[in-house]
T-cell receptor, first 113, second 114 residues
Framework: DAGVTQSPTHLIKTRGQQVTLRCSPKSGHDTVSWYQQALGQGPQFIFQYYEEEERQRGNFPDRFSGHQFPNYSSELNVNALLLGDSALYLC????????????FGPGTRLTVT | AQSVTQLGSHVSVSEGALVLLRCNYSSSVPPYLFWYVQYPNQGLQLLLKYTSAATLVKGINGFEAEFKKSETSFHLTKPSAHMSDAAEYFCAVSGTQGAQKLVFGQGTRLTINP
């Protein structure tokens, strides 16, 4: 049973550029949440997708956007990158609108120079 | 609003000693509570969860936690530390209505001394 997968593993971008991160949920899961984990900090919720729509959003600017595809996979897009966007981006999946248990992927390490 | 405070960013214990990692939460609604572990360069793995059933919750790898509403605490314990327990531990809180977002604490780095 495949768990949550994310790509790429590592990414280096320059300030002002745009980046797309990808996530495939655990088999059977249909809800995807994204978190940002800055170095030495706990993860912070960015947003959650269910049925291809954004259901919840954390305190992140509009530069952060996402998408969910019919196969439940998801993308996180960040525009106009800032140095402060450097972090580990974690994807978590769960099943349905009543599941409280989220399974995390290994993350994508984004470095902005 | 919900928040989590983990007391002690670093905890060091000897192998075989008791592990105690502290977590206090704040929530305006009945919470669900979680402990996650993160090994270097890896994602988060769920250790255990409290979902309003038994207040003493047992998890994987010999860890357990007790929900104490009067103290708004959810401390993580393990009777005997093992070298493989060295990792970063995160306490998290969520609401109980559906697939809620997780609100994490700052984390506690656990070091095991031989």
């Amino acid at each position: 049973d495949a768990g949550v997968t994310q790509s790429p593993t590592h990414l280096i971008k320059t300030r002002g550029q745009q980046v797309t991160l990808r996530c495939s949920p655990k088999s059977g899961h249909d809800t995807v949440s994204w978190y940002q984990q800055a170095l030495g900090q706990g993860p912070q919720f960015i947003f959650q997708y269910y049925e291809e729509e954004e259901r919840q959003r954390g305190n992140f600017p509009d530069r952060f956007s996402g998408h969910q595809f019919p196969n439940y996979s998801s993308e996180l897009n960040v525009n106009a990158l800032l140095l402060g966007d450097s972090a580990l981006y974690l994807c978590a999946s769960s099943f349905g609108t009543f599941s409280y248990e989220q399974y995390f992927g290994p993350g994508t390490r984004l470095t902005v120079t | 609003a919900q928040s989590v405070t983990q007391l002690g960013s670093h905890v060091s214990v000897s192998e075989g000693a008791l592990v105690l990692l502290r977590c206090n939460y704040s929530s305006s609604v009945p919470p669900y509570l979680f402990w996650y572990v993160q090994y270097p360069n890896q994602g988060l793995q769920l250790l255990l969860k409290y979902t309003s059933a038994a207040t003493l919750v047992k998890g994987i790898n010999g860890f357990e936690a007790e929900f104490k509403k009067s103290e708004t605490s959810f401390h993580l314990t393990k009777p005997s530390a093992h070298m493989s327990d060295a990792a970063e531990y995160f306490c998290a809180v969520s609401g109980t209505q559906g697939a809620q977002k997780l609100v994490f604490g700052q984390g506690t780095r656990l070091t095991i001394n031989p």
